[in-house]
């Protein structure tokens, strides 16, 4: 974008630190801020730290916690996106006078035909697009955004890194929750919530107590691992139910499920369906694209995988695609059998 002639200002966002284990990197503490300094300061540009740790407090950590809680499993870095990255500091870039908001998502935008919001596209760098966090993004902040490093490869950017010197060309990726820390989210959530980490009963889809859990947080659709309950045959979680803060377990088939509930659905589409209709559905980040019809209620859907596939977690985010193209997506509530 430098090159490109555009005015820039580097703006770094202070959020929670988190203890890091050796050789774990994250993207949002001090260090990486110290990086930003270096590269503004290698182009030329100011650069400005803004402290976020507040308002991540409360609009990113708190419903992380409370979503566990509930026994969902939660996608913290659509809520940073949404709130923070493209929320609060899109709306003081605005005030300030700039045009756009940009960050390194590998992700794309197309000129709409209609000359609507652009389009949200997938990264060329199909191993690591990041167009499923972008989804719940709406048309304005779609359009007053910019996704530079979009048309390309991680290893091109490397390379466009190191020709210019920058002391970054060769950082290691960042890893897993920048919050989260070394010794895991269940330790993140013993300090913050507590209650999420009760024991009690692991049963059957029929009631019958198997064995005992430390806290439903600690478990997800499909798990295997953990249980700790001897049995003739493997055993999976197929259900949270805070309610009994109880964890239900049964066989591989029940794992699997064709029907999804969304709620709080957002369309990138220039006018939201109001009927059924096909897509290709993304149910988690590094999942395969399957097949679905979604039947559409105003913010809500119902998903119906054309084959059965694993359950998804309450909390979870899916994504709609039509070819290289965000259509839309939600949060599931609820899977059926």
């Known amino acids: 974008m430098h ?6 200002i580097g703006v770094g966002l202070r959020f929670p630190e988190a203890a890091k284990a050796k050789g774990q990197v994250t993207c949002c503490g001090m260090a990486g ?14 650069v400005y730290v803004l402290d976020y740790r507040e308002v991540f407090e409360r609009e990113v950590i708190e419903p992380f916690c ?11 870095c659509i809520l940073c996106n ?5 929320g609060r500091l899109l709306d003081l870039a605005l005030a300030m006078g700039a045009g756009y908001v940009a ?10 035909p209609k000359e609507g919001p652009p389009w949200l596209l997938k990264g060329l760098d199909r191993e690591h697009d990041q167009s499923y966090f ?19 490869t991680k290893a091109q950017v490397r390379r466009i890194a190191a020709r210019l010197g920058l002391s970054i060309a060769n950082k290691p990726s960042s890893q897993d929750l920048c919050f989260v820390g070394a010794d895991g989210y269940r330790e993140f ?17 029929a009631g019958r107590i198997l064995g005992k859990h430390q806290g439903i947080a600690g478990f997800t659709l499909g798990q295997r691992r953990g249980l700790g309950i001897p049995a003739k045959e493997r055993l999976y979680v197929t259900a949270l139910d805070p309610a009994r803060n109880a964890v239900v377990v049964g066989t591989k088939e029940e794992t699997y499920t064709q029907t999804l509930f969304l709620d709080q659905v957002n369309w990138l589409m220039d006018k939201p369906p109001k009927g059924p209709f096909w897509t290709m559905a993304k149910t988690r980040y590094r999942a395969p694209e399957i ?8 913010t809500q859907a119902v998903v119906c995988f054309a084959e059965p596939q694993p359950r998804v977690a309450p909390g979870q985010a899916v994504v709609f695609y039509n070819n290289d193209r965000v259509v839309g997506g939600g949060t599931v509530r609820a899977t059926f059998t």
């Open 3 to 8: 090159e490109q002639g555009y005015e820039l």
């Open 33 to 46: 801020i110290e990086d930003a300094r270096q590269v503004s300061a290698q182009l030329g540009i100011p």
């Open 66 to 76: 409370q979503a566990y809680v509930r026994g969902e499993t939660p996608n913290p």
């Open 82 to 86: 949404v709130r923070l990255k493209f």
């Open 103 to 112: 960050t390194g998502h590998y992700a794309r935008l197309a000129t709409n």
């Open 134 to 152: 972008l989804y719940a993004l709406t048309p304005r902040q779609l359009a007053h955004s910019l996704f530079p490093v979009g048309e390309l």
């Open 189 to 205: 959530l013993a300090c913050r919530q507590p209650e999420a980490l009760r024991s009690g009963p692991i049963m059957d889809k």
């Open 291 to 298: 097949a679905a019809e979604v039947w559409v209620q105003g």
